[in-house]
Structure formats: C-alpha cells, structure tokens
C-alpha cells in the first residue's frame, strides 16, 4: 500500500495561481497511473486530472483544460498539480490518487487503491 501526502493548497485570489504536490512512500508508484481529485462541500468527488504511468499521457475535466497541468517525477515519488487562473468554483478539497492497476489509467474513483489525505484550496472572488 502507498502512503499519499499533499502540500501546497492555500487561500488564493481569483486568477491566481498555485501549485500542488504529491509525494508517495510505501512503494514506488512508478508503473501506476496517478490522478487528483477534488471535492467541494456537499458535491461528489470529481476527476481534476491523470497522468499515466509514464507521464506520456494527461487527461482533465473540461472545467480545468488550458489552466491546469499535471506532471510527475517518478525519480522522486511525485505528482504536481499547476493550477493557473483560478477562479472560486475551483475552491475544494483536492486528493491525489494512485491508480490499483499497473499500466492502466485513473478514469473514476473506482480506479484508485490508494487516496491521500486532501490539501485545501480557496479562491476568493
């Protein structure tokens, strides 16, 4: 099992920017497709972006296409999240995810083995 720990959320204004990170420990993930999440307060968790396992291949929800961007360093055990022009309905707890599958890509939450803890993100108007 790996273990998932977030950083870099924070109160922000709208069209600023802010960059998440993603660090795993427990096993390698290198192998695995990864993916963030994000969920606001009385909506369902929702796909934000995933990355395969050999960071040749992204998909994102069309709310976010052209501001954000995933990426990984598998050297390091680490998955980012650049998130530009922000606006206030990005504002969520955002999870990244390691995907339970090797060589195959987080699409759902049904895809994910293993979920970090959730970093807060605000975007004030």
């Known amino acids: 099992q790996v273990q998932l720990v977030e950083s870099g959320g924070g109160l922000v204004q709208a069209g600023g920017s802010l960059r998440l990170s993603c660090v795993a420990s427990g096993r390698t993930f290198s192998g695995y497709g990864l993916g963030w999440f994000r969920q606001a307060p009385g909506k369902e968790r929702e796909l934000v972006a995933a990355i395969s396992w050999s960071g040749t291949r992204t998909n994102y929800a069309d709310s976010v296409k052209g501001r954000f961007s995933i990426s990984r360093d598998n050297t390091k055990n680490t998955v980012y999240l650049q998130m530009n022009s922000l606006k206030p309905e990005d504002t969520a707890v955002y999870h990244c995810?390691?995907?339970?599958?090797?060589?195959?890509?987080?699409?759902?939450?049904?895809?994910?083995?293993?979920w970090g803890q959730g970093t807060q993100v605000t975007v004030s108007s």
């Open positions: 995810a390691a995907g339970s599958r090797v060589y195959t890509a987080i699409t759902t939450t049904l895809d994910v083995a293993s």
